[in-house]
Nanobody, 125 residues
Framework: QRQLVESGGGLVQAGDSLRLSCAAS??????MAWFRQTPGKEREFVAA????????RYADSVKGRFTISRDNAKNMVYLQMNNLKPGDTAVYYC????????????????????WGQGTQVTVSS
């Protein structure tokens, strides 16, 4: 059974850094991504990476501050978050798709078949 498990969330101050990890099991995923959600709002795209075919996308709000990376040998995906802001406070979800998503659709939550349980990130001012 395919499964995603996130870790690494926590409470930090503005300007701090945090690294989220997502461990995938039960099989390989071509496209993996991070989304985030705050209460009362829709899930928001953060970053995505394709293994075969390449391609990385970021939301404009995190470009230059966040970096998505993968260790395919370990079936892991990471989100390095630098210069965190209070507006980054959210529950962060790892998402994965078995096949390769087209680049233009990588930011769409509907593309992803598997989701983790989420990890809370809170940034205080």
């Amino acid at each position: 059974q395919r499964q995603l498990v996130e870790s690494g969330g926590g409470l930090v101050q503005a300007g701090d850094s945090l690294r989220l990890s997502c461990a995938a099991s039960g099989g390989t995923f071509n496209t993996m991504a991070w989304f985030r959600q705050t209460p009362g709002k829709e899930r928001e795209f953060v970053a995505a990476s394709r293994w075969i075919g390449g391609g990385i996308r970021y939301a404009d709000s995190v470009k230059g501050r966040f970096t998505i990376s993968r260790d395919n040998a370990k079936n892991m995906v990471y989100l390095q978050m630098n210069n965190l802001k209070p507006g980054d406070t959210a529950v962060y979800y790892c998402a994965a798709k078995i096949n390769s998503a087209i680049i233009s659709a990588m930011a769409s939550s509907a593309q992803y078949d598997y989701w983790g349980q989420g990890t809370q990130v809170t940034v205080s001012s």
